[in-house]
């Protein structure tokens, strides 16, 4: 064995393989993998090799559609069959509601240009003969599903990887990982040590354990997994002779099953309900080749479905069943990325469709490794999108979950019940008291909506049960005051003797004075928003840095990694040792007024102050900023003076109608000021022209902030899109994101975020377009649950253009 190598890839799935071959494909080819038996031993061997281009996220869609063009690619390369079978695949509704979540499945597909198209049952029944139309509403059609050869497509991958010049070690299992002091990486086998400056972990199976070696407990758990194998079937055999075709794949959602031809006969796997987690602790280190026990019992209903829908498979004899256990993080999405704290240590796991995403996330990491960017937007699919709140159990929980839910349609406005309530604040019972509904974002119970009694959230693709409620919170604060909670947000603490020097090279805009905030992007080397934060400065060497939940591990990942190392500064997340209320609305003021004997005048306390005060009794910080887009300022305090300070302006407000608001009421209020909203408006895909934030850059400050020359291009250049906002002539609907934007019929962009701007009562859609038709006002329209709708350029704010609410 080697002694040095620049990576070590542990694991030779079809992860690790895709990963070692795409480093090697980009010229990092001193490199090695380490399988602790032979390629293919995790769950990669008994795959069913299903490969298909839909996902609920198009940036990971996109992702699938390069791996399955793959394919070819490595086939050639290698020499080795991958025995790719592109037979097409239907995806069947068998109900109303179902074939419109198809329909949005399909017009999120046009802008990423694929070529799917709507059927009707019998158009499906046409394509396939085994199934019974009258059990369907319709079905998409797409032409880039089928399957591959699990062993073939590994070896492919394995085989092109050492053509370009990798090592692969068999039968060597990595035991141990020390990082030294240099970065670098001692990794200990049972056949000896190697050196190296990188690691994947691309355990599959083991991933938990490869991820314990260096102390972390990675959000991936496997669950079983079974489908069936018939023998020979007269239907199918007639049918490829036929037709010269072979049967095409078939996800029937609403029997939550799938199928797909093998040899003669057709293979059909289900989610079950009564899902089972494997090796829930840890797993065996001696798991080889062999299968799980089978239990038809188990997966019995669902059969059930599947043999009503597909009535040829009640005639076909049982040849095998294979139950098989393969991982799955919490949302079903890969963890791809470098995990935070760590030099150079390198997750490929989770990948629970390896055969579909696992080209994309060989790409994307081999990309981020050499590069230090992934080239495309993998929030989705990023290591960092969980906390430590994602602990064992709570993996657990949400694995189930997603399992059984794994061909269940999701509402818009529907929040998941699995390992909830988890992070609740100090008000949480108060705010359940008065109606709250909680949606669950990054762990934390935060509220959406408060439900007049008896109401609740009903389930839906077009407007439901909170429509109401929602727009009376939303004009509530415009003619008066509301109280929203946000202790949601990240909330950063910046501080040393370097802090505001750091800041400024870090972030794109100007760092303000103290007692002064400002809105700055954060950009990547390619100039592209990785981040949209309010800054504030506390005191020269003290500053509070609010930015979005989600994006808390993203962030700090990315702090950590350009903090300089003579420690002259230190970040550090505050979590929920910092919690925040926000009043918002003309009447604002004067709630607050009543709760200091400080003047909160607008000469006194103008908009865009920040300063630490006392507000009765409570200390807290008050900055005077609002994301409504009104007269606001948004309060924080340690989360032990939370219900104090609830109360205390709760009764302070009562005087002048205050009224509590949930996050969808903001949305509607910021849609009609035009603000957009990091992970929608705002990712790694834009640049901060396209996006509108130019104002917010400061190409003129003296630091050399990072993107400044990626941004001071784009300035020249101009970018290629716009964001827009466009009223949409809705009726019973109203955009949720990612559907087309047409010009005169052609799609020419997509939406990224909408709704119902209640106050101003019209509905609502951002997204982004060519900057040459960015300014048309007419001729465009929005498809909306397979319509087409007419919508208009919305060019200024609809709400108080100038802005002079939220100054005066
Ligand atoms: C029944 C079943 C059906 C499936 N059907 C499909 C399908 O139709 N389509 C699809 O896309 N996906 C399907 N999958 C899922 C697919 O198999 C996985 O997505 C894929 O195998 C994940 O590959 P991996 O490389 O991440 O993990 P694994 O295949 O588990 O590979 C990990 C490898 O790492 C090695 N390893 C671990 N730890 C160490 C160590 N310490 N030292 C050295 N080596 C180590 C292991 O021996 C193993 O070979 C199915 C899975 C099952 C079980």
Known sequence: MKS???????????????????????????????????????????????IHTINGDPNVAKLQ????????????????????????????AATQQRFEWLKSVLAKGKYAGMDAELLTAKEAA?????????????????????HVDPYGVTHAYAKSAKKNGAEIYLHTRVEDLVQLEDGTWRVLTDKGEIRAEHIVNAGGLWAREVGRMVGLELPVLAMEHMYLITEDMPEVIEYNQRSGKEIQHCVDFDGEIYLRQERNGMLMGTYEKACRPWSPLSTPWDFGHELLAEDLERIAPELEVGFRHFPAFNKAGIKKIINGPFTFSPDGNPLVGPVRGMTNYWSACAVMAGFSQGGGVGLALANWMINGDPGF??????????????????????????????????????????????????????????????????GLETPLWFAPEGVEDKFSWRRSTDFDSVGAEAKAVRAGVGLMETSGYAKYSVSGDGAREWLD??????????????????????????????????DEEEFLVIGSGIAEEYHMRWFEQHLPDDGSVEVSPLGLGLVGLSIAGPKARDVLAKLTHLDMSDSEFPFMDIREMDIGMAQAIV???????????????????????????????????????????????????????????????????????????????????????????EKAEGGSLRLRTFVVSARDADVIGDEPIFLNGEVKGWVTSGGFAHPSGVSVAIGYVPKEVADEIDGWSIEILGEELPARLQPQPLFDANGSRMRS
């Open 4 to 50: 040095h190598a620049r990576v070590v890839v542990i694991g030779g799935g079809v992860v690790g393989c895709s990963v070692l071959y795409h480093l090697t494909k980009f010229g990092w080819t001193d490199v090695v993998l380490l399988e602790r038996s032979e390629l293919t031993s995790g769950s990669t061997w008994h795959a069913a090799g299903g």
């Open 65 to 92: 559609k390069y791996t399955v063009e793959l394919y070819k690619e490595i086939e050639e390369y290698s020499g080795q069959d991958v025995g790719l079978h592109l037979t097409s695949g239907l995806m069947l």
């Open 126 to 146: 046409d394509m396939m003969p085994l199934l019974d139309p009258s059990h369907f509403v319709g079905a998409v059609y797409d032409p880039n599903e089928g």
């Open 377 to 442: 937007d993998v929030f989705a699919m990023d290591v960092s999108r969980y906390g430590d709140y994602a602990t064992l159990a709570y993996t657990n929980a949400k694995v189930r979950e997603n399992y059984t839910r794994r061909f269940s349609i999701r509402f818009p406005n529907e929040e998941l019940p699995a390992a909830r309530p988890l992070l609740t604040t100090p008000i949480y019972d108060k705010l359940k008291a008065a109606g709250a509904v909680f949606g669950a974002s990054y």
């Open 505 to 538: 090279t870090l972030l794109a805009g100007r760092i303000p004075p103290t007692g002064r905030m400002a809105l700055t992007p954060m950009l990547n080397e390619a100039g592209k928003l990785i981040g949209d934060f309010t800054v504030a400065n506390l």
């Open 623 to 713: 900055g005077r900023v609002s994301y409504t887009g009104d007269l606001g300022y948004e309060i924080w305090m340690r989360p032990e003076y939370q219900r104090y300070l609830f109360d205390a302006i709760m009764d302070a407000g009562a005087e002048f109608g205050i009224s509590l608001f949930g996050a969808r009421a903001l949305n509607s209020l910021r849609l009609e000021k035009s603000f957009g909203s990091w992970s929608r408006e705002y990712r790694p895909l834009y640049g901060p022209l396209e996006a509108g934030l130019s104002r917010f850059v400061a190409l003129g400050k003296e630091a050399d902030f990072i993107g400044k020359e990626a941004a001071l291009k």
